[in-house]
């Protein structure tokens, strides 16, 4: 690497650690950074990317700046969700022939859109002029948004685990089906090994009722409480509603096509708890999380 740009990241990571100052100006002119939620899963096809967009959707609904960041590395589909076509996304970021700024499009609702690629399993071998770049660009997006999701790919890969623990809250999302069940465990149980800090929160996808969303919630909580010693947080359910499917058939969003529905009124539920406990909790920055894991 040219000595010029060695020069220039030490400054950067030097930076990171002498942040408060420049910080404390940002946040007198009530410019705090975001807080980032992490929607995951252990199991893929559980809803995940649908309940993210179309949370964002909502949020958006609600005045807040919100930025939805596809980071399923490797099937990312949000933008086909939200019936966006092709462009310039997350790939184009690394390689350096955009910056997360172009990479950013107004999706439906109101919300902003950094699309996901495929074939970016290399995100956590990043060389360190790499992930000097991103880092300049994510600490200057946490400044323009209330809210930031990461939508993570689904399992225990080390770039899920590496985007869960950078976020301040983790939306962890399972169906009552047994094997995303136990998947929810397992990936509950890495997260914990990664970052003992990282606040889980357990929603239920496609419940047939109430009854059956805190069936599933005592199962994986009791279980959690006996082997990790951990306290999973109640973040609710989202009915099953055969107006999701059809909503996604057409690649259209439920909070903006059909609020009302069950399914619907479930989202907007969680919309306004994650933005009252978004107004009410300041973590980490997640500038300070992501450099961890990308100098790690």
Not at 70 to 83: E, F, M, P, S
Request: with cysteine; hydrophobic share 40%.
């Amino acid at each position: 690497m040219p000595s010029d740009q060695a020069s220039e990241l030490r400054q950067l990571m030097e930076a990171t650690e002498s942040a408060p100052t420049r910080r404390s100006a940002l946040a007198s002119k009530d410019r705090r950074a975001a807080r980032v939620l992490a929607v995951t899963s252990g199991k893929g096809g559980v809803g995940k990317t649908n309940l993210a967009v179309n949370l964002s959707a909502r949020l958006a609904q609600m005045n807040r700046r919100v930025l939805l960041i596809d980071a399923d590395l490797g099937l990312a589909n949000a933008d086909v969700l939200c019936g966006i076509g092709g462009g310039v996304n997350l790939a184009h970021v690394v390689s350096g022939r955009c910056s997360l700024d172009e990479a950013t499009i107004k999706a439906p609702g109101g919300f902003h859109l950094i699309r996901g690629a495929s074939g970016l399993a290399q995100m956590a071998a990043l060389n360190e002029f790499e992930r000097g770049r991103l880092l300049r660009m994510i600490d200057r997006l946490v400044q323009n948004y209330d809210l930031i999701l990461l939508d993570t790919g689904a399992g225990i890969g080390p770039n899920v685990l590496g985007f869960c623990a950078a976020a301040d809250d983790v939306l962890v999302v399972t169906t009552p089906e047994p094997t995303a069940v136990t998947d929810a465990y397992g990936l509950i149980k890495s997260l914990v090994r990664t970052d003992e800090a990282t606040r889980v929160n357990l929603l239920v996808n496609m419940a047939r009722d109430p009854h059956e969303a805190r069936g599933v919630h005592q199962r994986i909580g009791a279980v959690c409480r006996r082997f990790l010693g951990l306290s999973i947080h109640d973040a609710g359910y989202v009915l099953y509603d055969p107006k999701v499917p059809q909503a996604i058939r057409y690649r259209k969003l439920l909070t903006l096509q059909e609020p009302d529905s069950p399914a619907g009124a479930c989202l907007t539920r969680l919309a306004h708890r994650i933005d009252r406990e978004a107004t009410d909790q300041r973590g980490h920055s997640f500038f300070r999380r992501m450099a961890s894991w990308l100098a790690g």
